[in-house]
Every structure is written in structure tokens, then in C-alpha cells.
């Protein structure tokens, strides 16, 4: 693998050397580059400098051209990357790069399997929380944001190097299991099956027990004193009531992977450790904290307090660890899960992809488990939070009979668009049905991954799938067609291949997307660390867009353009196709060869 450094970064440690050569009593200053309508690229950094150091920006600016020309610090002079330096306004240097550079670096990232995309160098072990549907429980619109984004985030950490453990924190314990355990005891053939069962004939047996031990619960009060001892055989760790249990569970996995797998993700068995896989670490976890004084009793309950956390009365809101009843809450589930994550799995980040709505209370549990030691300077914690699927009226997502979306529907839905968007276009492409039936789906999933991904996390969004199938706009669709006409013009050069001609001049539709290309990995490295997967989208639409006007521009097989310019654009519009490829697979989304 060929890490190849990116032409920003280069021009950057050029203009930081002879910053230091022009003025040394600044150190190792910073140009502040940044790309530019002007030209190729702007320092800014000058005007400050001078200013701290009383001085003219434009004769300190004049003096770093002066030593980039000269080459009198070492390291610095002209060569083949910047083509044109100029001082302009109070000090600004507007930099242009040679055409050569631009296509001799594409070259070098061409010729790598990874686009020349370096893997971190302080990489860790991150384990991620994603992806929390609840046992005997239908997966509504809620749970889309947390599987997408979880994923998403897998991929990109993983490219980036970082040592990835999935978890997939399952609602799977609590009170109305005692209902169900006791009332599938009752009538014990509910869950029981001949063969083979779908996702959605499993979800239609659950549906239908969790209704008739409701019913049965509500109006049967001896049934209900049942119930609520059947609780207590599972907290204590009854043998038959966690067989019991377990089929719960299994019944519910046959779903979560059925809807997993419409989503074109890829969810593994051993990464599902719910909330029971942490019950023997509670007590213990309780004990640790009110030993060590982190938590203490209050009205009978195991509380850790906070100076900046009260209610509208002025009073402390406490984390509430163990219930005064004895129970435990849902702090003491996730910090044994943190305990477990840091001390058992050895993770340096725990990411948390969580709705937005709980930011308190992991706010809480973070300060908490870092009051404990469980966290510190070499174990970090974030809440990756984000906010709620609106529909097109900007109000939370609902059926209009005002029930909560089902995942499952409205995937169905999107790939019923998409299928149609494809179908419109199949005989111009000379798709067969397989291929409509197939892109179709990998069209309408892209589109509602998209439309999550393109939003920053923490913002709302608002569900609109006639948008999200747009062949026009910032849509996957969009996207996936650009790469899908990528395909085409390959196919049909024939004979002739990509070849990168470095002696050429490039046109200005050119230019943009190379340089735009160029900085694919700075972009993978700034959203693996800052968790934003919504500005890789942007990076990718962005390219799309100048590959149509390089399209528009820059005729890429016309038989009146010489031998080398048409392989050069061909070697342009293959790298842009990998390149989109590969920022699409890490959005969790499928870039189909023909559309």
C-alpha cells in the first residue's frame, strides 16, 4: 500500500518551511490553506503573523514567495508542484499547482488499491453501540438513524485502520417479559414452528402473543401475580423461564436480520450482547461506585449527583443506579457495559449512536464512569447523537393514523419508487427484470441511507421519498447514475484504456476534478475523527457534480482529440468512478454497474 500525500498537504509543509525561513521568531507557523475561487489554493495565515509579530503582512508575504523562489531554507524551492505564487490584498498568497503535479499525484493514487488513502497513524480499538431494536418488539422509523449511521461509521473506522467491535446493545430484560414468559407457559405452542420462518411471519407471531398476554395481563389479576413472580424466576435465573426467554429472543433475531438484511447491512451474532449480557456485572458495578463514593444513598436509592444537573424546581436530578425497590435502572446496564468495553474488549474510544433525546443521560453516565476510572485520559466516551425522522410536514414521522411508521413498510415503499425510477429507464439501458428487481433495491435502500447521511446527525430531516429517488439534486441516485455512466463511457472506448498523460495541459473541468479527487483521503481522515459521515456525502455529490461539468466541458472519446487526451480523460473519469465507489461503500450504499 502507497500512502500518497495529497497536493494540499504538500503545498502546506512548502509555505509552513518558508514561513519559518521568512520569519523565524514565529516557529512552526500555520499558512492556513484553504481551496480558492482565486486560484487553486489560499494562505491566509500571513495577516495574523504580522500582526502578532508588528509587522507589514504584504512585505512577509513578499518574503515567503521570495524563499519558496529562492530555496533558502531547506526544503523549499520551486519544483513541480506549484506552477504560480502571488501576493494579493493585504497579504493573501493565491497559489496555483502545475498541471503535471495534479496528474502525476492522481497517478500515484490510481496505481493503489486504497486511492492512496493512508490508514491513521495512532489507530485504536473503537468499539461502537448501534443498532438497538427491542425483543418482541416491531422495528419502527426510530430505528432507522442508529443502524444507518452505526454502519456507516463501522466502515469508515475500519478503512481508516481503527480496530472496530460492533455491539449491538439489545432491549432484551425487563418487566414485560415476566407477561410473555408466563403467558407462552399458559399456552405453550405459540412460537412453536414446522419449518422454516421469515422475519415478518416472525414479527406476526410475537405481535400476536405480545397482544393476547396484554389482554390477558390487564384483565386477569391472578394472571397478573403470575407474571410478576415469573419476573422474579428470571431475575433469579430459572432455568425453564430462561429457556423461555431465550425463545424470545431467537424469535425476535429471525426479524432483526430480516430488516437488517433489507437494509443491505450485515449484522453478525456474536456482536448482539443486550442488556442481559451485562446482568451478573450489576451488582458489582453498584458496589464499586458506592464504595469509592461516586454513588450514595439517597431515600433509599444508589444516586450519583451532579453540580450542573437539576430540575425546574432547582433541585439535583440524580443518576439513578440501583431503584430503592432494588432494582437496577439503565444506568447501571450501561456502566457495567463501559466496564466491560474498556477492561474485557481494551477500547480506547467507545462510540455511542445514540438519539439525541438521551444526550442527558449519557452525559451522566460518561462523567460517572470517569469519576469511577472507567474512563480517563486514554479512554475516551462520545455520544454520536442524532435527531428525529420528520415527514414532509416537518412533524415526527407517522402513519396518517397517527401510529408509528413501520421500518419494514417504509423500506418496502422506497424500493417500490425506486424499482419504478429504474424501470422508466430500462430499455434505454437494456436492463433484464433480474436487474431492475436488483437495482431497484439497491437504489431505493441508497436512497433512504443517503438521505440520513447527507444530514448532519445531530439536525432533524425531514422523509420525503419522491426527493430521495430524484435523479436531480443531492440524491444517492444522483450519485449512482454518475457512476453507472462512468461504466458506460469505459464500455465504450473500446480498444483505448486510462492512462495518465502527466505532459498534457489540462482544461479548467479538468483541473477541478483532479483537484477535487485529490483530496478524497484528507476528507476519510477529517470524518473519522470528527464522526461526521455527512461530509463524506458532501464530498461525494460534489464530485459528482464536477464530473458533469466535466462531462459538460470536455468530450472524453471524441475521435477529433489526439491518442493521449482521450486516455487521459478516460484515466479521469476511472479514478472518479473508483473513487465514488468507494465512498459509496462506505456510506453502506451500492454503486450498480448499469442503471
Known amino acids: 500500500m502507497a500512502s500518497v500525500p495529497s497536493l494540499a498537504s504538500t503545498v502546506q509543509q512548502r509555505l509552513a518551511d518558508a514561513l519559518s525561513a521568512a520569519l523565524p521568531e514565529a516557529g512552526s507557523a500555520d499558512p492556513l490553506l484553504r481551496r480558492s475561487d482565486r486560484a487553486d489554493f489560499q494562505a491566509n495565515g500571513i495577516l495574523a503573523l504580522a500582526k502578532k ?136 405452542h405459540e412460537l412453536d414452528h414446522k419449518g422454516g420462518v421469515s422475519g415478518e411471519e416472525a414479527m406476526s407471531n410475537l405481535n400476536r402473543l405480545y397482544k393476547a398476554a396484554r389482554a390477558l395481563f390487564d384483565s386477569d389479576e391472578e394472571f397478573k401475580a403470575r407474571s410478576r413472580d415469573r419476573v422474579v424466576a428470571l431475575q433469579s435465573g430459572d432455568e425453564e423461564t430462561l429457556a423461555l426467554w431465550q425463545k424470545f429472543v431467537d424469535e425476535s433475531k429471525i426479524y432483526f436480520y430480516s430488516v437488517f438484511d433489507k437494509l443491505d447491512m450485515e449484522i453478525r451474532d456474536p456482536d448482539v450482547v443486550g442488556e442481559s449480557g451485562y446482568n451478573d456485572m450489576l451488582d458489582e458495578t453498584c458496589r464499586i461506585l458506592e464504595e469509592s463514593g461516586v454513588a450514595v444513598r439517597s431515600e433509599g436509592a444508589l444516586c450519583v449527583f451532579f453540580d450542573d444537573v437539576k430540575g425546574p424546581d432547582g433541585n439535583p436530578v440524580p443518576l439513578i443506579v440501583k431503584k430503592s425497590n432494588g432494582g437496577y435502572g439503565y444506568a447501571a446496564t450501561d456502566l457495567s457495559a463501559i466496564r466491560d468495553r474498556v477492561q474485557s474488549l481494551n477500547a480506547s474510544t467507545l462510540l455511542y449512536v445514540v438519539d439525541a433525546r438521551q444526550s442527558l443521560h449519557f452525559k451522566m453516565v460518561f462523567e460517572t464512569a470517569r469519576r469511577a476510572g472507567w474512563l480517563n485520559d486514554k479512554v475516551k466516551a462520545v455520544q454520536l447523537a442524532f435527531g428525529t425522522v420528520l415527514g414532509k410536514d416537518g412533524k415526527p414521522f407517522k402513519t396518517r393514523e397517527g401510529e408509528t411508521v413501520r421500518l419494514v413498510d417504509l423500506l418496502d415503499e422506497a424500493i417500490d419508487r425506486a424499482t419504478a425510477v429504474v424501470a422508466d429507464k430500462r430499455e434505454k439501458v437494456g436492463l433484464t427484470d433480474q436487474e431492475v428487481a436488483e437495482n431497484g433495491r439497491y437504489v431505493g435502500i441508497g436512497a433512504v441511507k443517503y438521505a440520513d447521511l447527507s444530514t448532519s446527525a445531530v439536525r432533524d430531516y425531514k422523509f420525503d421519498l419522491d426527493q430521495m429517488v430524484s435523479l436531480n439534486g443531492d440524491t444517492s441516485v444522483y450519485l449512482q447514475y454518475a457512476y453507472a455512466r462512468i461504466q458506460s463511457i469505459k464500455r465504450n472506448a473500446g480498444a483505448r484504456r486510462p492512462a495518465a498523460h502527466a505532459e498534457l495541459s489540462l482544461a479548467p473541468a479538468e483541473r477541478a476534478l483532479g483537484l477535487h479527487l485529490d483530496q478524497f483521503g484528507e476528507v476519510l481522515a477529517e470524518v473519522a475523527s470528527s464522526y461526521e459521515p455527512h461530509k463524506l456525502a458532501a464530498y461525494l455529490y460534489q464530485l459528482a457534480s464536477h464530473l458533469t461539468t466535466f462531462y459538460d466541458q470536455c468530450h472524453v472519446l471524441s475521435e477529433d482529440n489526439p491518442a493521449e487526451v482521450v486516455e487521459n480523460r478516460l484515466f479521469l473519469v476511472d479514478l472518479t468512478g473508483r473513487t465514488l465507489h468507494q465512498g459509496m461503500a462506505l456510506l453502506g450504499i451500492r454503486t450498480p454497474e448499469r442503471l
Open 53 to 188: 509579530f508588528k509587522g507589514n503582512p504584504r512585505e512577509l508575504a513578499t518574503k515567503v514567495v521570495t524563499a519558496l523562489n529562492s530555496g533558502s531554507a531547506a526544503g523549499i524551492g520551486t519544483d513541480d508542484v506549484i506552477k504560480d505564487i502571488e501576493v494579493s490584498g493585504p497579504g493573501f498568497l493565491n497559489i496555483s499547482i502545475s498541471d503535471k503535479a495534479i496528474i502525476g499525484t492522481l497517478a500515484a493514487r490510481a496505481a493503489d488499491d486504497r486511492l492512496g488513502v493512508p490508514y491513521a497513524e495512532q489507530a485504536g480499538t473503537t468499539v461502537i453501540d448501534y443498532a438497538q431494536p427491542n425483543v418482541a418488539k416491531e422495528m419502527h422509523v426510530g430505528h432507522l438513524r442508529s443502524a444507518v449511521i452505526g454502519d456507516a461509521m463501522v466502515q469508515i473506522l475500519e478503512f481508516a485502520g481503527e480496530k472496530v467491535v460492533r455491539r449491538h446493545h439489545i432491549g432484551d430484560w425487563g418487566t414485560q417479559f415476566g407477561m410473555l414468559i408466563q403467558y407462552l407457559i399458559e399456552h405453550p
